[in-house]
């Protein structure tokens, strides 16, 4: 498996890490308890991890050196992925077949895959066509490098792994990926970790939150795309509604901050709209420790723009916590709608207000809502999801024809391995990259 700009070691919740760290880890760990050997490639960033990381029997996380042993901006990363590439086809171990995550390591994917002559399994997580039609006001879009760069992964894997109908859609529709090729593949929960506990009432005495409150929860990375500022202006539309409600209202949010102040943009708007008193901000907690935090809110609030699939929503049904979420992207396949939790289409402040007063005053509804979310989360295990991911390997272990010439790109590949002086200067490395790739 490859992660070039993230590492399956970092902590979802800050910086470039989130849901996506959390599948390769699961993922992988499933994976081996079926005996399969996976080895999760990323960039070394100076953090002081060993070369090797070995995460269960099976599982290793594996450092690669290429580019600067240090954190540089996701920006940055397309000039790395050559390097990276090469890098990796050092590598003397054989393996059977390369999945990649996101479009920077399908990029690398494809010249390893071609190199090694194995199949290329695909999974974008998100795709910036969706993401670009999502845009939050001011929000910058995805380059167009990206764009092109999807549409090569796209054309050239062996498979293309989606997290549901929705994104399959989207592959066919926006980047014209052929429908034999798509496979679905829901994304799964840790129903060791995730799990009701002893309640509610037990969980806010050990994060010290009043017994009382009313808590609706955001969990995530706190920028745009997510909708942080929607939760800020639902919770004042409710105070507006319901006054009274200030004296027992507590909005945790856990989660990477961005920009200035304590939550970048979201702290901001809390501030001009006289509700940045109610916020509590928690920096990103291990998995064990973010269950309590699910397992004591009311209901955890997903308002994003885009979003693949939405673990967070699936992570808080299966503690008990049912989840106002937007109708958009996967959350509709992790939530199902007026059982597990409330889609709210849109983004409107005042339709989650609403939402969240129905909630505050209907708690025996919202806990009802909770136990029918722990039945929902139990059927999607990454067990679960490990057994169809081992069926789109062997699909494409067993394709007679794949879709990229191995021979003549692999040659390719592999002929950078004899010339060190490709990766000197920016200029040679792009020329290089884009004959190998284009």
Aim: charged share 20%; proline share 7%.
């Amino acid at each position: 498996m490859l992660s070039v700009h993230t590492s399956p070691l970092h902590q979802p919740g800050t910086g470039d890490a989130g849901g996506m760290n959390v599948y390769m880890v699961q993922l992988s760990c499933a994976l081996a308890e079926r005996g399969i050997e996976v080895d999760l490639f990323t960039r070394c960033r100076g953090e002081g991890h060993p070369t090797r990381v070995d995460l269960v029997p099976g599982v290793r996380v594996r450092h690669l050196q290429a580019g600067p042993r240090a954190a540089l901006p996701k920006e940055a990363m397309p000039g790395l992925v050559l390097p990276f590439s090469l890098a990796l086809m050092k590598e003397h171990r054989r393996y059977d077949l390369v999945h990649s995550h996101y479009w920077l390591s399908g990029q690398a994917g494809r010249i390893a895959a071609a190199g090694w002559g194995i199949p290329l399994v695909h999974t974008a997580h998100t795709l910036a066509r969706v993401k670009n039609a999502a845009l939050a006001a001011g929000d910058a879009p995805e380059p167009e490098l990206r764009i092109r760069g999807e549409q090569q992964i796209t054309a050239s894997a062996d498979r293309l792994i989606a997290n549901t109908e929705d994104e399959a859609g989207a592959l066919q529709d926006m980047y014209g990926a052929p429908a034999r090729r798509i496979q679905v593949v829901r994304p799964g929960v840790d129903l060791d970790t995730f799990r009701p506990g002893h309640g509610r009432a037990a969980a806010r005495a050990r994060l010290g939150l009043p017994a009382n409150a009313f808590i609706p929860m955001y969990a995530g990375r706190i920028q745009p795309l997510k909708g942080p500022d929607v939760l800020v202006g639902a919770v004042a539309e409710l105070l507006r509604d319901v006054p009274a409600l200030r004296s027992r209202l507590l909005v945790p949010v856990v989660g990477g901050h961005s920009g200035s102040g304590p939550g970048g943009r979201a702290w901001d708007l809390a501030c001009e709209l006289g509700v940045a008193d109610l916020l509590r901000f928690s920096p990103p907690v291990p998995q064990q420790e973010l269950a309590d935090w699910y397992r004591a809110a009311d209901v955890l609030v997903v308002p994003s723009r885009s979003e693949s699939f939405g673990l967070v929503a699936l992570e808080a049904q299966a503690c008990g916590t049912p989840v106002l979420a937007a109708a958009v992207g996967g959350l509709p396949t992790a939530v199902w709608d007026g059982v597990t939790g409330v889609l709210v289409p849109g983004h409107d402040p005042v339709d989650y207000a609403r939402q969240l007063r129905w909630f505050a005053e209907h708690p025996e509804a919202g806990a009802s809502m909770g136990e029918a979310a722990v039945r929902h989360a139990r059927a999607m295990s990454w067990q679960t999801a490990a057994a169809r991911t081992l069926d789109v390997y062997r699909h494409a272990l067993r394709a007679e024809h794949t879709t990229v010439n191995k021979s003549e790109a692999g040659a390719a590949a592999r002929s950078c391995l004899s010339g060190p002086s490709l990766l000197e200067g920016r200029e040679g490395r792009n020329a290089t990259l884009t004959s190998l790739l284009v």
